[in-house]
């Protein structure tokens, strides 16, 4: 068998769903609600793969964990802030706690 073929196949059937969605999402007339939703998805997702981490820190340091969390908690009830100041803050917050 062609490696290359199977490798450039399987790129190409990955590639297609993925992209299809771009050209299509900007000609479907959406509910406001649905728009809403898709507009909070990336929310979601740093948040179901930050999370396992918070609760993940076990041990004698638990709390850092917890500090880390509600310090980005506190953070992003800030009108406005980007995501990207809320997490480095809130690495910077527990980071002397590993020096």
């Known amino acids: 068998m062609n490696i290359p073929l199977l490798i450039f196949g399987m790129a190409l059937v990955t590639f297609i769903p993925r992209i299809l969605p771009a050209f299509?999402?900007?000609k479907i007339k959406?509910?406001?609600y649905v728009e809403r939703f898709l507009k909070l998805i990336p929310y979601?997702?740093?948040?179901?793969?930050?999370?396992?981490g918070v609760i993940g820190v076990g041990g004698e340091r638990w709390y850092i964990g917890a500090i880390g969390a509600v310090v980005a908690i506190l953070l992003s009830?800030?009108?406005k802030i980007p995501s990207w100041v809320v997490i480095i803050v809130a690495v910077l917050s527990i980071f002397p706690f590993f020096i």
Request: aromatic share 6%.
């Open 77 to 79: 009830m800030i009108p």
């Open 30 to 32: 959406m509910n406001r």
């Open 44 to 52: 979601t997702a740093m948040a179901a793969l930050v999370f396992p």
């Open 24 to 26: 299509i999402v900007d």
